[in-house]
């Protein structure tokens, strides 16, 4: 089980040689693995798409968007995003307000896992454009990538729920649509309720509470945790110092992890031919673990303690941390209620990975 973002790529740039080096060699010897990243805002074949042509570069254009076989490093199937378990809330809320990633493609994603209404800050600034007069749209977005205030309804329909998608772009528009709709009456935008509760007026679901990611630059960057952070401290401001109650899915909690060991069994079977045909993959329950236990030892490999290791251990997960992220040499001496891997700290994820093989003698 591989996290993304520190551990194979930082931002856009792969970490090389190791992060080829060890799927392609995985691959080759009919390893199952799987992604499992706190990261997101796209749709999952479009993520696909580019990490495939960022560590196999010589994957052609050709094969950009089918799911081929031998040619491709990773299968769509094999990537697990911090919002991709959310396609189990379509039938439970049709009307969600999206926030955080890219627009449009934050909004492609809810729609392709069945939304059928997905609400953007970009539609709320387009048909209010005073609800925060500082924000950062471009007239391009504005025209191109929002909805008009007759197709978005912001003013005469309520959303049903908050769903935060990935990292805001502009966090002050995120943070005060997000309160907004948060102390609203019951989820119609440019009203107050009238009191103040811990339970928000419509629910929200964040993705991941990753304070901090790493990007590549020296020192680890805010993530979704920090707005998540923010979020929370102004509900309190305005609900009479009552704590925001919210769900949060994506690593280190076990409901990612469950899900992730369904996806691992699927990648398995069909590694060995004996998924069913044609199937376009499985949407997991959240917080169900399989009950067929396929595999006798699974590795998280992370960069995160916090995120990777702590939810790989809780688990019941083998864990290798690496060197090439989050994680730096001082930080267990810094802070001794980290998560440590089982396995170790490796300067990169060929070592982790070569350790791990080693330890169970596989070549
Ligand atoms: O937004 C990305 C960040 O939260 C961490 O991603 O791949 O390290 O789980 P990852
Ligand atoms: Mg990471």
Same mark, same amino acid.
């Given at each position: 089980?591989?996290?993304?973002?520190?551990?194979?790529? #930082?931002?856009?740039?792969?970490?090389?040689?190791?992060?080829?080096?060890?799927?392609?060699?995985?691959?080759?010897?009919?390893?199952?693995?799987?992604?499992?990243?706190?990261?997101?805002?796209?749709?999952? +074949? *479009?993520? @696909?798409?580019?990490?495939?042509?960022?560590?196999?570069?010589? &994957?052609?254009?050709?094969?950009?968007?089918?799911?081929?076989?031998?040619?491709?490093?990773?299968?769509?199937? +094999?990537?697990?995003?911090? /919002?991709?378990?959310?396609?189990?809330? @379509?039938?439970?809320?049709?009307?969600?307000?999206?926030?955080?990633?890219?627009?449009? +493609?934050?909004?492609?994603?809810?729609?392709?896992?069945?939304?059928?209404?997905?609400?953007?800050?970009?539609?709320?600034?387009?048909?209010? !454009?005073?609800?925060?007069?500082?924000?950062?749209?471009? #007239?391009? $977005?504005?025209? /191109? /990538?929002?909805?008009?205030?007759?197709?978005?309804?912001?003013?005469?329909?309520?959303?049903?729920?908050?769903?935060?998608?990935?990292?805001?772009?502009?966090?002050?528009?995120?943070? +005060? @649509?997000?309160?907004?709709?948060?102390?609203?009456? %019951?989820?119609?935008?440019?009203?107050?309720?009238?009191?103040?509760?811990?339970?928000?007026?419509?629910?929200?679901?964040? =993705?991941?509470?990753?304070?901090?990611?790493?990007?590549?630059? !020296?020192? !680890?960057?805010?993530?979704?945790?920090?707005?998540?952070?923010?979020?929370?401290?102004?509900?309190?401001?305005?609900?009479?110092? %009552?704590?925001?109650?919210?769900?949060?899915?994506?690593?280190?909690?076990?409901? =990612?992890?469950?899900?992730?060991?369904?996806?691992?069994?699927? $990648?398995?079977?069909?590694?060995?031919?004996?998924?069913? %045909?044609?199937?376009?993959?499985?949407?997991?329950?959240?917080?169900?673990?399989?009950?067929?236990?396929?595999?006798?030892?699974?590795?998280?490999?992370?960069?995160?303690?916090?995120?990777?290791?702590?939810?790989?251990?809780?688990?019941?997960?083998?864990?290798?941390?690496?060197?090439?992220?989050?994680?730096?040499?001082?930080?267990?001496?810094?802070?001794? %209620?980290?998560?440590? !891997?089982?396995?170790?700290?490796?300067?990169?994820?060929?070592?982790? &990975?070569?350790? *791990?093989?080693? *330890?169970?003698?596989?070549?």
């Amino acid at each position: 089980m591989f996290d993304i973002d520190g551990v194979l790529m #930082q931002t856009k740039n792969p970490i090389l040689p190791h992060a080829p080096m060890v799927l392609s060699h995985l691959k080759d010897h009919n390893i199952p693995f799987v992604l499992l990243t706190n990261g997101g805002g796209q749709t999952e +074949q *479009a993520r @696909v798409d580019f990490l495939n042509s960022a560590l196999s570069p010589s &994957v052609s254009e050709a094969d950009v968007g089918v799911d081929s076989d031998s040619t491709k490093l990773l299968h769509t199937s +094999q990537l697990i995003q911090s /919002h991709t378990p959310m396609k189990n809330l @379509v039938d439970k809320y049709k009307r969600v307000l999206v926030i955080g990633g890219l627009d449009p +493609q934050a909004r492609d994603v809810a729609l392709s896992y069945g939304f059928k209404e997905v609400i953007r800050p970009i539609d709320i600034v387009r048909a209010t !454009p005073n609800v925060w007069p500082y924000t950062r749209y471009t #007239q391009h $977005e504005l025209t /191109h /990538h929002s909805l008009s205030a007759t197709e978005s309804k912001i003013e005469t329909e309520p959303i049903d729920a908050v769903l935060v998608f990935n990292d805001p772009r502009d966090m002050g528009t995120d943070l +005060q @649509v997000t309160i907004d709709a948060l102390c609203s009456d %019951k989820g119609l935008f440019g009203t107050r309720r009238n009191s103040g509760a811990s339970s928000p007026s419509v629910p929200i679901i964040w =993705s991941n509470m990753d304070l901090l990611w790493s990007t590549g630059y !020296p020192i !680890p960057r805010f993530g979704q945790g920090a707005f998540r952070i923010s979020t929370r401290e102004l509900y309190k401001r305005l609900n009479d110092g %009552k704590e925001l109650e919210d769900t949060v899915l994506g690593k280190p909690w076990p409901v =990612s992890y469950a899900f992730a060991e369904w996806v691992l069994g699927e $990648e398995w079977r069909r590694i060995n031919g004996s998924a069913q %045909k044609g199937s376009k993959g499985i949407v997991p329950g959240l917080g169900v673990r399989p009950k067929e236990q396929l595999f006798k030892k699974v590795y998280m490999v992370g960069d995160n303690p916090e995120s990777d290791i702590l939810g790989g251990n809780d688990y019941g997960w083998e864990t290798i941390l690496v060197r090439t992220g989050v994680y730096k040499d001082g930080d267990f001496e810094r802070n001794p %209620k980290l998560a440590r !891997p089982t396995l170790g700290v490796f300067d990169n994820v060929w070592e982790g &990975v070569s350790a *791990a093989l080693k *330890a169970n003698n596989i070549e």
